[in-house]
């Protein structure tokens, strides 16, 4: 009879719902059954808060929308930052304006204290979509959001969108900035070869790419770089860690973006960080992982230095509505 009971349980164990759901005073907690990944979203942060897959963190700060790139040399020569400047600010001050939480297709009362009391952290369903809406400081200020959807694997649908408003200045880019806590050994992605961007990527050879380390392209001054378009998925390989209990590099372990053809780039700093160095020398000693997903990218010209503007087509109108979407697979 215990036997049979033990089966009989271990059948319903099976038949559960593959998510588990802990709904904290300012946090949503969710975890897989086998244990091997558990991610958190903070309604403080407006955002993924902690992706944990097999022990590892992945992430060192929440993901944010991103809407600056590194002044170029050519931004310079026409004037490009000086008309742009303000996507900048907005790229480093975002305010979270809403969250919503949807279980199972179903909206839910935001369930933040009090209401998590009425939750026994026992919860379990198939799917759940959590979307952040943000309002930049620019004026007029304009709303983006991102939408997080766990499926029961662990895997994660993103998208993220743009809302125009006519009068604002043109964009650099418009992505989504995963800060990880420490440098990943190397990235390897399927796209073309090289550095590229949209208005300069016909020489780009398709193909399996691996890259050793986090390089940085070593111009004089430093400034965007490490941009790769059309790309349909890279994996970022990280063995070190912050946890004072693990002692030493372990085997690296991969998170997979799958992207579809949208670009993307993998440094060891992020914008700011370069935009704050005149030279090389000046860069801060490499310490995390800088991944970029970009759903638009401005050109970077190269018809010459000292005024010419990039050529119509790659110019990011902020008046116009965006969005993009791509997968976090564990």
């Known amino acids: 009879m215990d036997y049979i009971n033990k089966e009989e349980n271990q059948n319903e164990k099976e038949t559960e ?72 600010a907005a790229d480093m001050f975002i305010q979270c304006t809403g969250i919503t939480v949807a279980v199972d297709g179903k909206e839910i009362q935001l369930p933040c204290a009090p209401e998590n009391n009425r939750y026994t952290g026992e919860e379990r369903t198939e799917r759940i979509k959590i979307t952040f809406t943000y309002e930049t400081i620019t004026v007029p200020a304009a709303k983006a959001t991102v939408a997080y959807e766990v499926e029961g694997d662990g895997s994660i649908h993103m998208t993220a969108g743009y809302c125009g408003v006519e009068g604002l200045s043109e964009l650099p880019v418009f992505g989504l900035r995963f800060i990880m806590p420490t440098c990943a050994e190397r990235f390897v992605y399927k796209g073309l070869s090289g550095e590229t961007y949209p208005d300069r990527k016909a ?19 430093p400034q965007d770089c490490g941009v790769h378009m059309d790309t349909e998925w890279v994996e970022v390989y990280r063995g070190s860690s912050l946890d004072n209990r693990k002692k030493g590099a372990a085997e690296p372990s991969k998170l997979r973006f799958d992207l579809g053809s949208l670009a993307f780039s993998c440094l060891p700093y992020t914008a700011l960080e370069l935009e704050n160095a005149s030279h090389q020398e000046e860069l801060p000693l490499p310490r995390r992982t800088v991944l970029c997903i970009y759903g638009a990218v401005r050109g970077v010209g190269g018809i010459d230095s000292w005024g010419t503007d990039v050529e119509s087509a790659y110019h990011i109108d902020g008046g116009k509505d965006m969005g993009f979407e791509f997968w976090i697979r564990v």
């Open 17 to 88: 719902s593959p998510l588990r759901l802990v709904f904290g005073d300012a946090t949503l907690g969710v975890c897989g059954n086998a244990g091997n990944f558990h991610y958190i979203f903070s309604y403080v942060t407006g955002g993924l808060e902690s992706l944990a897959v097999n022990g590892l963190e992945w992430l060192y700060r929440t993901p944010r929308p991103t809407f600056w790139r590194a002044v170029t040399d050519n931004d310079r020569g026409s004037g490009f930052h000086l008309k742009s400047g303000m996507w900048l």
């Open 203 to 221: 020489g780009g050879i398709p193909g399996i790419y691996e890259v050793e380390g986090l390089p940085v392209t070593p111009y004089l001054v």
